[in-house]
């Protein structure tokens, strides 16, 4: 990796996270709407404007799934290769790195999500948003005990919905499953058991697409995202003069564009696919160039370090405020984007807190997670975790 590249990385994953933000702060106070021609010309630029910098937040995710794939699966190949790839070193740091945030996350989940339902304004909330998207997950969701341990255990999506009405906690069950699939996949050669784990992942995969109620196909989402993330994961450990990766690339974008024309392929998958595919052109190009980030965008990549607490609290958040604050229909004015300001900023702060009080210590748990399983601390690696 080059040296200039982890700043961009740290970047992107600062910026996507906020891009998530910023998203779903939109969805849920303007219900995915922009003011009509009844509204005054600069209103509707404004919002216009406003919507297309924050409209993307699936995109950013996507991003996320590439990222992970580069800086997880790719190690994860590289050490395979070199006959370095210990079970007991890859699981302690994805195990640490996802629960020393997941577990808080979901009983801050739990602590907004029973303050807004409890609220007198929650009912108001609901027939204002009904047809927000996955609005039945948020309406609908679980708190039970059992619906906390199905998201422990990383099988959202699959078993059970996510929890306590935090719509974002989806992707992690992909993340995970994709951690221990790659592992499975590339130790399968020396250990024929780890068949049988994927075998298990696999039908996991399919029992979610069995149990889509809503259509989403979401068992071969799993399949097609993991696909995305391996995109990620080569960059990372394949070798080739830059020229080759080029011509891969565009030989790539021009295959989606013909699939997509030919109704080969859905929209939204080819528009996933383009996205993942200039992310890893990106990364290439910032890798062969070694051009240095700007020293002007330190601060967005600061946020990484807490980007995956911010990924994980800001929605149960945004409802809570939406609930208590903004539980009817909005109007169309410049006070409603200072409101929308004001709750990104108020999710951005809450993360931040979070991050001290729990993220933060990952590096700790991890080493104390090793030290209890009888193995000394391993060096600091490059690897890092991103889980969005």
């Known amino acids: 990796m080059a040296s200039n590249l982890p700043d961009w990385l740290d970047l992107a994953r600062g910026l996507a996270a906020v891009e998530v933000l910023i998203f779903h702060s939109y969805q849920l106070l303007f219900e995915e709407q922009l003011p009509g021609a009844?509204?005054?010309?600069?209103?509707?630029?404004?919002?216009?404007?406003?919507?297309?910098?924050?409209?993307?937040?699936?995109?950013?995710?996507?991003?996320?799934?590439?990222?992970?794939?580069?800086?997880?699966?790719?190690?994860?190949?590289?050490?395979?290769?070199?006959?370095?790839?210990?079970?007991?070193?890859?699981?302690?740091?994805?195990?640490?790195?996802?629960?020393?945030?997941?577990?808080?996350?979901?009983?801050?989940?739990?602590?907004?999500?029973l303050l807004a339902t409890q609220s007198d304004k929650w009912q108001p909330f609901v027939a204002f948003h009904q047809h927000i998207l996955a609005a039945s997950g948020l309406f609908s969701s679980s708190v039970s005990p059992a619906a906390a341990l199905c998201n422990g255990l990383f099988l959202q999506t699959i078993a059970c919905s996510t929890y306590a009405g935090n719509l974002a906690l989806w992707s992690l069950s992909n993340e995970f499953w994709y951690y221990v699939l790659i592992f499975a996949l590339l130790s399968v050669g020396k250990r024929p058991a780890w068949i049988l784990a994927i075998v298990v992942i696999l039908a996991l995969f399919v029992v979610a697409e069995r149990a889509d109620v809503r259509g989403y196909h979401t068992g071969l989402k799993f399949a097609f995202y993991f696909l995305i993330w391996c995109v990620g994961a080569l960059v990372y450990a394949v070798v080739l003069p830059l020229r080759m990766w080029l011509l891969g690339l565009l030989i790539s974008l021009a295959g989606i564009y013909l699939l997509q024309a030919k109704g080969l392929l859905p929209g939204w998958a080819a528009y996933h696919l383009t996205v993942s595919i200039l992310t890893a052109a990106a990364i290439l190009g910032i890798e062969f160039t070694r051009l240095s980030l700007p020293s002007s965008l330190y601060f967005a990549r600061d946020i990484a370090k807490w980007s995956f607490s911010l990924y994980a609290i800001h929605y149960p958040i945004l409802v809570f405020?939406?609930?208590?604050?903004?539980?009817?229909?909005?109007?169309?004015?410049?006070?409603?984007?200072?409101?929308?300001?004001?709750?990104?900023?108020?999710?951005?702060?809450?993360?931040?807190?979070?991050?001290?009080?729990?993220?933060?210590?990952?590096?700790?748990?991890?080493?104390?997670?090793?030290?209890?399983?009888?193995?000394?601390?391993?060096?600091?690696?490059?690897?890092?975790?991103?889980?969005?």
Not at 53 to 69: E, K, N, R, T
Not at 80 to 101: H, M, P, Q, T, W
Not at 332 to 351: E, K, Q, R
Not at 360 to 384: C, F, N, Q, W, Y
């Open 38 to 113: 009844t509204h005054d010309g600069p209103i509707v630029l404004v919002y216009s404007v406003i919507w297309a910098l924050s409209g993307h937040g699936v995109a950013a995710v996507i991003v996320f799934f590439v990222l992970s794939g580069y800086l997880v699966g790719g190690p994860a190949l590289v050490r395979a290769k070199n006959g370095e790839l210990i079970a007991i070193d890859y699981f302690s740091a994805r195990a640490s790195r996802l629960y020393v945030v997941l577990l808080p996350a979901l009983a801050v989940s739990l602590f907004f999500y």
């Open 321 to 388: 405020l939406n609930v208590s604050i903004a539980a009817e229909k909005r109007e169309f004015t410049i006070g409603s984007l200072a409101l929308d300001m004001l709750f990104i900023l108020c999710g951005l702060l809450a993360a931040f807190i979070f991050y001290l009080l729990f993220e933060r210590h990952t590096d700790a748990v991890r080493a104390r997670l090793r030290t209890v399983i009888g193995k000394r601390p391993s060096k600091p690696r490059m690897e890092k975790s991103l889980a969005p």
